[in-house]
């Protein structure tokens, strides 16, 4: 079993910055690829950005390439979310999750993902 805990929303005007993070807690921290998804209201959740094991590789949504990093420590327990240049279109609830996967595996789409956190809300004024 795994617990993560996610932190960093808040509201930011566009154009702004945020850092969000995710602590996990339980089974070793390293047996897992960590992503991010988002819902914004009446929407599907969304694939945002993944990163393996590792952490040598990652992947990110077109949507925000260029404007969002994924990373992790995994001596810290904790995936993190860089979020720059924000648009109110990344206006959302954003999800942290963990997969027990391969190595060098970067799972993007939700049903591959088997912890969840409860999620932080992210909200860019215009």
């Known amino acids: 079993q795994v617990q993560l805990v996610e932190s960093g929303g808040g509201l930011v005007q566009a154009g702004g910055s945020l850092r969000l993070s995710c602590a996990a807690s339980?089974?070793?921290?390293?047996?897992?690829?960590m992503g991010w998804f988002r819902q914004a209201p009446g929407k599907e959740r969304e694939f945002v950005a993944a990163?393996?094991?590792?952490?040598?590789?990652?992947s990110y949504a077109d949507s925000v390439k260029g404007r969002f990093t994924i990373s992790r420590d995994n001596a810290k327990n904790t995936v993190y979310l860089q979020m720059n240049s924000l648009k109110p279109e990344d206006t959302a609830v954003y999800y942290c999750a963990a997969d027990y996967t391969g190595w060098n595996t970067i799972p993007t789409m939700p049903r591959e993902y088997d912890y969840w956190g409860q999620g932080t809300q992210v909200t860019v004024s215009s």
């Open positions: 339980g089974r070793t921290f390293g047996s897992f690829a």
């Open positions: 990163i393996s094991r590792s952490g040598g590789s990652t």
